[in-house]
């Protein structure tokens, strides 16, 4: 086993590290499979990169709080174990890039030092919990929703029920109407609400982006807060059992609403009541750590550009509900900076603030809790490290995804395009530095991690290819796209695919339009009321590729001709379908069942062991080439297939026995009892496997 200093305090953690270092030198004695490893990696923040030979590593940060602390150990991890750069995302995480996979589980123990996770960052998981990076300061909210948020990650990290899902789970919490966490989009979406003096959240169902965007469906109007996690739990554990596993382009929540409706859907929720150890959990505000602003005298200091200082003011500065205190937006172009420049803004708000950033949707950073009179101080700081660009949140503010730089399912350039987009808006549209309502984003492909689909104007990475066989970048034009609050949005429509080469002036004709005929119109509105047939035709000569340049063969922010390469994608882990390996995975959930019940988590135990059954059976049907996809199924097949037959005798229907999970509550009698079943199962199966294999030879 790879040797390295660990040292942590937690053991769950500690060994959790050891584990991911077994299986890397397993991978590389050639002792598990690449798929296998595959899975195993990307649950534990480590993803594929575009270049051969290095990862990514997400590092999850719950609704985007970050601690001084805490950004300093990320950034000497950076500096020790990459290039010193850092990303921000559109769901609150930090990305490095380049990293040796090696050297993964040292970099992970660094991290946690400071109680910072790469646990479920990637993978068939519940990703980071996002958050309006306003809670807690905002005027408008009812309550702070961070103390949910963050309740909600410690509840199901490490919790069995979500470890091995067919897809990505992704959940969020808006602190106000304004739905700044975009609940709409995501498998479940919480809003704030206060109800006869009781606080609690409007709850959306099954959003989604990707190439089929779909609005997420009213699930409550209002739940009380004791009631969200053991909603979740019921929606994760039916995700589970009946999500798609085997076409990982249907495998999210919301194809599964689609196929059974809400109704059905809900009502599986409901069946799983009983095996919910926890019918409510109080989630206790007084005793989340928030931050504490430090008490410091303003300098004096001058401020030597003031047109400069009261633009930023302007459109950077944002007023908190707490008196005498107001919140700092720094715009990073295009989430990255340098650790640097991370260390010194680590010092700046520890000193001088509350010791910690907010991380934001938009790929930004918040400082909250400023004293007002800090603001020219503050300033002056800040524009040392060129985090005093105007425009945070607004139309100049232009998200998009890293694509064809380091992701592997990159069609065409992102970062570059968005570059030049904000260069444009700058140059010729300044008014637009105070603009809120314009939203553009870019996506290097149709997975949307730009979130181009949601956008007033989006941008999707695409390529086209001429009569003569060339190919060159091009990109699709998204419009009409807008948050409308309270969990209701418009997805944009596509209304034109353009050489890349031409998306500025693509901008340039939408936003002439919008300027000359709007009239005080939001874009939303204006694009409703104009429609798709309209912007097609004002955009369509721009599609024509008959009169290419050789400019128009080279991509934005490259001096290289285009080649489009896809790799594979690993934003969801790949199913297993190795029969041996299957065992050995039944085998390792037992061992975790038999721990976590003797630890009296009982709800774990049980749920490991129906794990391990699952696999287990399916590892028979696949021995005989029957192909699987949902949990549900396999339950099914197998009884169809082995017990009805009575190929394998089990004394009982399949079903009858692993569905007691959702009959019986979760005892310390029936944990004992379903770990022995799945024991005596995989002891049967694996001999019926025997014989057959002793039949064949």
Not at 57 to 80: A, C, F, M, T, W
Not at 206 to 232: N, T, V, W
Not at 433 to 443: A, E, G, P, R
Request: charged share 25%.
């Amino acid at each position: 086993m790879q040797s390295f200093r660990t040292e942590l305090e937690n053991p769950v953690v500690e060994k959790d590290i050891l584990d991911l270092a077994n299986k890397i030198e397993l991978f590389h004695n050639g002792k598990i499979d690449e798929e296998k490893f595959r899975s195993l990696r990307l649950a534990r923040g480590v993803y594929g990169q575009r270049q051969e030979g290095v990862q990514m590593i997400r590092i999850k940060l719950p609704y985007g709080k970050v601690l001084s602390h805490q950004l300093r150990r990320i950034s000497e991890v950076s500096d020790e174990y990459s290039r010193s750069r850092l990303h921000i995302t559109t769901r609150q995480d930090i990305q490095i890039h380049y990293v040796d996979l090696n050297r993964t589980p040292e970099l992970w123990a660094e991290l946690e030092r400071d109680n910072v996770t790469l646990r479920e960052a990637c993978g068939n998981t519940v990703r980071n919990v996002t958050a309006s990076e306003t809670a807690g300061i905002d005027i408008n909210e009812p309550f702070d929703v961070s103390p949910y948020a963050d309740a909600l990650f410690k509840f199901f990290l490490r919790n069995p029920i979500c470890q091995e899902m067919g897809r990505k789970f992704k959940v969020s919490f808006s602190g106000t109407d304004e739905d700044t966490g975009l609940s709409y989009m995501h498998d479940l979406g919480f809003i704030a609400k206060i109800k006869d003096g009781v606080k609690g959240f409007k709850v959306m169902l099954a959003g989604g982006l990707g190439s089929q965007p779909r609005h997420a469906d009213l699930f409550y109007e209002f739940l009380p807060s004791d009631k969200i996690i053991p909603l979740m739990e019921g929606v994760l554990r039916v995700f589970d059992r009946y999500g798609e596993r085997k076409s990982r382009a249907k495998a999210r929540l919301k194809f599964l609403l689609k196929d059974i409706g809400l109704e059905a859907f809900k009502q599986l929720v409901e069946e799983e009541q009983n095996a919910i150890e926890f019918k409510t959990v109080t989630i206790d505000e007084a005793n989340y750590t928030a931050s504490t602003p430090v008490t410091v005298s303003a300098p004096k200091v001058e401020i030597k550009d003031v047109e400069a200082y009261n633009l930023w003011k302007s459109t950077n500065v944002i007023p908190q509900k707490q008196e005498g205190y107001v919140a700092i937006g720094i715009k990073v172009l295009l989430g990255d900076f340098y650790t640097d420049k991370a260390r010194l803004l680590a010092d700046l708000v520890e000193e001088n603030a509350a010791g910690e950033i907010r991380l934001s949707l938009r790929q930004n950073i918040l400082i909250p809790f400023v004293k007002e009179d800090l603001l020219p101080f503050f300033y002056i700081e800040l524009a040392k490290l060129g985090f005093v660009e105007a425009g945070y949140n607004k139309a100049v503010d232009i998200t998009a995804c890293p694509g064809t730089d380091t992701c592997n399912l990159g069609i065409s350039s992102s970062t570059g395009i968005a570059e030049e987009l904000e260069r444009v808006i700058k140059a010729e549209y300044p008014q637009y530095l105070q603009n809120t309502d314009l939203v553009i984003k870019i996506s290097g492909c149709m997975n949307a991690c730009g979130q181009h689909n949601m956008a007033n104007i989006g941008f999707q990475g695409m390529s086209i290819r001429t009569k003569d066989k060339l190919v060159a970048p091009a990109l699709q034009v998204l419009l009409g796209g807008g948050n409308l609050g309270d969990g209701n949005a418009y997805f944009a429509d596509k209304v034109v695919k353009i050489p890349s080469r031409r998306g500025p002036e693509a901008l340039r004709r939408i936003l002439n339009d919008f300027e000359d005929n709007a009239n005080g119109k939001l874009f939303v509105d204006y694009y409703k009321e104009k429609g798709e047939k309209y912007f097609y035709q004002l955009l369509t000569d721009l599609s024509n590729i008959e009169n290419l340049s050789q400019e128009d063969f080279i991509d934005w922010g490259t001096e290289e001709q285009y080649v489009k390469a896809i790799g594979i994608g690993e934003c969801a882990g790949v199913v297993i379908d190795l029969i041996a390996t299957l065992f050995l995975e039944s085998d390792e959930k037992i061992e975790e069942a038999q721990e976590a019940f003797n630890n009296k988590v009982y709800s774990g135990a049980i749920y490991e062991a129906y794990r391990s059954m699952v696999n287990s059976a399916k590892a028979i049907l696949l021995s005989e080439d029957i192909k699987t996809n949902t949990q549900a199924g396999i339950i099914k097949q197998f009884d169809e297939l082995f017990v009805d037959t009575k190929r394998i005798d089990l004394g009982a229907s399949f079903s009858d026995i692993i569905y007691q999970i959702k009959i019986c509550p979760p005892t310390e009698d029936f944990a004992s009892n379903y770990i022995n079943t799945a024991q005596q199962f995989l002891k049967s199966v694996r001999a019926f496997r025997e014989k057959e294999v002793a039949i064949k030879n």
